[in-house]
């Protein structure tokens, strides 16, 4: 082999080096803008998912309030239907042995 040969060999062997190696840092800054870009999304995410949780936790909260709201509605509609039952036995008594409004002495 020349010397020729082994200098054009070794100036080939730079320029695939050259090209290596600017490849590379052109991978590497691919690699750090995607590396940038997942963080970003990832920390996004992040709030969203607290934010979720802090409206979930409000949620929970809201739907308790009104499950005793309506354990009260219930309780007291019961109440009143007792009530209204009681009437309406005073009143189907007071129809059935003829008061009508009617003073029987």
Do not use: C, P, W
Not at 61 to 67: F, I, K
């Amino acid at each position: 082999m020349s010397n020729e040969d082994i200098e054009k060999r070794m100036e080939f062997i730079v320029e695939q080096l050259a090209d290596l190696t600017v490849k590379q840092q052109q991978t590497d800054s691919v690699v750090n803008r995607l590396a940038n870009a997942s963080l970003d999304r990832i920390e996004r995410i992040e709030r969203v998912l607290g934010a979720l949780a802090e409206a979930q936790v409000k949620t929970e909260e809201h739907v308790s309030v009104l499950t005793e709201a309506q354990l009260r509605t219930d309780k007291k509609l019961t109440e009143t239907d007792e009530r209204l039952n009681s009437l309406i036995t005073i009143v189907e008594r007071y129809i059935s042995e003829g008061r009508n409004g009617k003073d029987q002495r």
